[in-house]
Each structure stands twice: as C-alpha cells, then as structure tokens.
C-alpha cells in the first residue's frame, strides 16, 4: 500500500528504486588493558591508521575535485588534528588499545564540538566518519560507505558523511534520503553539485526496510513507499519532461516577458568552475574563498598562492561578473591563526569580517592578491565582507579596499537581520548587497543550520525571511545599487520566482541548479513573480507561502 513521507528537499529530481541501508564500521571497540611493555605499538599503529585515513580522504577528494576536495582535505586534517593525536598517546600510554584509544579521544572531542554553543554540531557527523574509519582499520573490517550493489538504489542512511557523498556513483545511486541534516549541510550542498536528488531530515528514514521500492522527489521532499503504477508514471513523466526542458534551456536568465535575472554560480575554487561554465553561469556569485585558507589552518597561505588561484577563476568568465567573498573564518570554519580557541558560543563571537578586522595583515594580503590577479582581465571583479553588521563594519571594509589599491566593486553580505533593517544606512558605504540565506536563517530564527531538528526553521521560504530580502532589495533600488541572493534559497526554482518578485538583481547557485531555475524563470511574467511573492509574503507559514506562490504561477 502506498505511503507518503515528508523530509526536506535538498536537491532537485526524481528517484525510483529499492532501499539500501549505509554500512556502518564496528562503533565501539572493547575496553581492555594492554601491558605497558606493548603501549608504543599500540600508539604506531595508531598513527599509521590515522595517516591511512587521512591520505584515503585526500585521495578521494583529488578524485572529486572541486568544493568535495576542499571538503575532504579539511576533514583529513581532522583526522591528524595534533591535540587529538596527543590524547589518543595519552590513553594508550595508560593502558589502552590503539583502537579504544582513539574512540574515547574522539568521543572526549565529540563532546567538545556539541557543547560550544552547538553550532559546531554540524560537524560532528563528519567528526563521527573519520573516528569510524580509523577504528574501522584498527580492527580490520570493512570501512563504512556506500553498499556494494550491481544493480541502481536509494541509499538510505541516518547522515552523510563528505567522503561518502563526494564520491557517489550517479549511476548506481539514484537519490538518498537521510534522517539527519539540513538544506545547507555538506552532503546537501555535494549532492546539488552532483545534481543526485536527495532527501533529508526525515524521521524514521532508517526504518525503510531493506529492499523497499521507494520514490523520491528531491524538489518537494515527498517519498512515496511502495508507489503505485500510476504514481510511478506520474513522476516518470514529470521527470522526462522536466529532462527535456532543461535540454533546451540555454542564454541569460529571464522572465518571459524579457526581465533580465542573471543566473550565477556559487564555488569553492578552481575545481567548480568547468560545471559553472557547462551550466551556462553568466558569472560567478560567490566565490567561498575559505577553502584555500583551510588547506592549512595553521598560516594563511601566500599571496603568490592566492593570486594563482583567484585568476584561474576569473580567467574563466572573461567579461562576466565574479563575486569573490573574503576569508569567511570562525564557527564551523575554525583556523588556528585566526580563530579564538575559547569562545562559548562561535555562531555568536569573532567570525567573518569581525576576525578580518582582528588580523588586517591577512585581510591587506587577499585583497592585494585579488587585485593583482584582476591586472589586466576585462572580468568584472567584486569583493564582498561576510557578516556585515552595521555601516561601520561596511565603512571598514570598504577603507581597507581601498588602502590595498583595489579596483573594484565593494559588496556586503546580509547574513544578520540588523544588515537587512538598516540596508540603506550600510549602503551609503558599499556599492552592492548579497544575501546569504542561510546565515540570514539561522540568525532570524535563533536555528543552526546544521541540525536536523530545527530544519523548519531554515526553510527559505519562511515569511519572515522573505520580509527581510524584500528590505533589502527594497533599500538598494532606493539607493540605485544591486541586491542579490547567494544563498542556497536562489536554487529552488519555484522560490527564484519569489526571489525575482522581491526585487532582488540575481541569483547564485550550485551550477547543476542553473538549468532549472532558467527553465522555470522563463515560464512566468514579471508580474506573475510579484504577485506570487506577495502572496508568499502574506502567509504565516513556509508551507503556506510555498502553496500560495505555487498556486498563483499557476494560474489558481
């Protein structure tokens, strides 16, 4: 009989096949005591296991490539983390085994991780995979990952770990569905990039007999448990139609009747831009520059280093527009030279901007590379700050732009409710505003972006966010500036309709979403968006404001 589940749509498409449960390594090894005379093999083997795991992470991610590499590597220096490897010695010097030695340090810095402030809890599933993997070969049994299977599947599992997610194999992996995670967790954000419909924060996913035949709409969030033929059908054809639109789909972004909406690609480096420029990007929207400092967190990296790789990206778009972020650091993003080690709560402390300032050095070099990489490219480069506050954090910034000779655009992101109430006042100091919905989200609702549990909270399509990006566009029309959107709210085709109906100038998303927000942009008026985003705006729920605007574009 044909049931129906609702999780959280992360990624766009339909999936159809038999359930297969993630494996999973032996979690807790047995305590016993080992003689002291055996306490340096232990801590060896130890080590070795740990350098084998952690060179398995960074190989993966020179396979991925692009944002899956910078993801991977940053997780393999978790694995090598100095602390944790002094108290994993520690232990096996008292007379544990290597393996219950590094689970008991892991869990010792798991517990650390969920207790500051919570906002670092979105890294504690990343945390908990390479524990697994390190025990995993200290006992020798099969790793955790993906199921060995001939034939295509859902994958199930109760979270994704990057290093599983980087690597899926589109053919054999139709879609997943997860219990855990949010819209903007890793495996959210890897699995738009992959362009792998995917499912999340569904209670009881690991429920899912073994073998159940499942449908997955990674657009709604709806999996539909034993479909019927009919349902089946429906959504085949849906998905065939959808397919053959997207085929189509080529040129600027607009509406039908001609409103320009440039279409821009959100990237971590180097590695994304040959899908941005197969995607059709008309630029790039946000250049997350972090992952180049998070190759080592111990030092910045030089400004020679930099330079190479900001102009192989703006190389790439010659004439287009590339927003480029600077150094987003602190919270989830922690660097040892940057980042204070002893804040309760990082959501809330020195990051972002706020950590620039502390350290105008690291902020005078990236600048300075960023302008010396733009020397002589016909690109339009714009730089903005993360976690713009107020005018005055606007002013600094733009202050140091300019003392590093910057020939450029000066942007800030609206991440804090207080930026989007005061636009107009921060826009008398930069000349264009981007909005980052998820940090904007997680701000207005008091809800981490990475835990489960609070996912409705960080749905884009809540109100009282919609409130805010229409301040926001509406402040910078005033002001004759742009207002975009960079957040992963601009991938939801329906919810880029909205977003154009706001007023906001463009939109920047994964690349594999371009298409389809091309696609649906071009089916309605401009006015239809308006009218669908005031009716988005007059509900009182995200649910509410999704029926609405859906039931406006099509013509209820």
Known sequence: METTLRGVGVSHGVAIGEVRHMGTAVLEPPAKQ?????????????RQAVEAVAADLVARGNLAGGEA??????????????????????????????????????????????????????????????????????????MPGVPDSDEPYVLIARDLAPADTALLDPTLVLGFVTEEGGPTSHSAILARALGVPAVVALPGAGE??????????????????????????????AAA???????????????????????LANIGGPG????????GAEGVGLFRTEFLFLDDSKQAPSEEKQITAYRAVLEAFPEGRVVVRVLDAGADKPLDFLTPADEPNPALGVRGLRSLLDHPDVLRTQLTALSKAAAGLPVYLEVMAPMVADRADAKAFADACRAAGLRAKFGAMVEIPSAALRA??????????????????????????????VSRLQDPWQPALLDLVAM??????????????CGEAASDPLLACVLTGLGVTSLSMGAASIPYVRTTLAKYTLAQCERAASAARAADSAEEARVAAQAVLSGE
């Open 34 to 46: 080992i003689p002291a005379q055996d306490a340096e093999r232990e801590q060896g083997r130890a």
């Open 69 to 142: 590499q910078h993801v991977l590597e940053a997780q393999a220096m978790m694995a090598q983390d100095p602390e944790l490897m002094a108290d994993v010695d520690r232990r096996i010097a008292v007379g544990s085994t290597a393996e219950r030695g590094v689970y008991d340090a892991f869990a010792s810095y798991r517990a650390l991780l969920a207790n500051a402030g919570e906002y670092l809890a979105g890294r504690v599933a990343d945390l908990d995979d390479v524990r697994n993997r390190i025990v995993a070969r200290l006992l020798g049994v099969p």
């Open 208 to 237: 899912l007999a073994e073998g159940t035949v499942i449908a997955v709409d990674g657009s709604t969030g709806e999996i539909f448990v034993e479909p019927s033929a009919e349902k089946r059908a429906e959504m085949e054809s």
């Open 241 to 263: 139609a959808r397919k053959a639109a997207l085929s189509t789909s080529t040129g600027p972004g607009a509406t039908s009747d001609g409103h320009k909406m440039p279409l």
């Open 272 to 279: 994304d831009v040959p899908a941005a420029v197969e995607a």
């Open 424 to 453: 107009r006042s921060v826009l008398q100091e930069v000349e264009f505003l981007s909005l980052g919905t998820n940090d904007l989200a997680q701000y207005t609702f008091a809800a981490d972006r990475q835990v489960g549990a």
């Open 472 to 485: 926001s566009a509406d402040a910078a029309k005033a002001e004759g500036k742009s207002c975009g959107v």
